[in-house]
């Protein structure tokens, strides 16, 4: 099972197609993970109205990754799974890793500066150290 995270940036398409093609080659299931964002503070006014967006964020990943299969169908095949949990993206990538006792876990290297000071998604999972994380640029 090699675990990848979503969220639409560049480097977690690059990352998602890196966990491909490492679950063709390990013969191993592909699964895909968007992380929908808690609503802070600010956002609580806006609640339905954000829920409903990210839970729009979710349903575009999905279909762009379906689109990608079909293209790619000819070329080979991976089994894949698509799932889609609300929180922290750290602490929903961590659960989801340990719940489907992922081998591996692929995302995306931070695209904001500031997490070069307070840490990145990335960061956090590789000191977890819990499993092997990659973290693709």
Same mark, same amino acid.
């Not at 699964?31 to 600010?42: E, F, H, S, V």
């Not at 081998?103 to 931070?110: M, T």
């Given at each position: ?23 063709? @080659? ?6 895909? #993970?968007?992380?929908?964002?808690? /609503?802070? &503070?600010?956002?609580?006014?806006? *609640? $339905? ?36 949990? @609300? ?6 990538? #961590?659960?989801?890793?340990?719940? /489907?006792? &992922?081998?591996?876990?692929?995302? *995306? $290297? ?28």
């Amino acid at each position: 099972m090699i675990l990848a995270g979503l969220d639409g940036s560049d480097s977690s398409w690059r990352a998602t197609a890196y966990a491909a093609g490492l679950a063709r @080659r390990q013969n191993a299931t592909l699964a895909i #993970a968007y992380i929908q964002p808690l /609503l802070g &503070a600010a956002t609580a006014l806006a *609640g $339905a109205a954000v829920e409903e967006t990210t839970q729009e964020i979710a349903e575009e990943l999905l279909a762009a990754v379906r689109e990608a299969e079909h293209r790619l169908r000819d070329v080979w095949r991976v089994e894949w799974r698509f799932l889609t949990v @609300r929180g922290d993206p750290y602490a929903g990538l #961590a659960r989801l890793a340990d719940e /489907l006792r &992922a081998d591996a876990v692929v995302v *995306g $290297a931070s695209e904001q500066a500031g997490h070069r000071v307070i840490g990145s998604v990335a960061v956090r999972l590789v000191k977890a150290g819990r499993w092997p994380v990659t973290v693709v640029p």
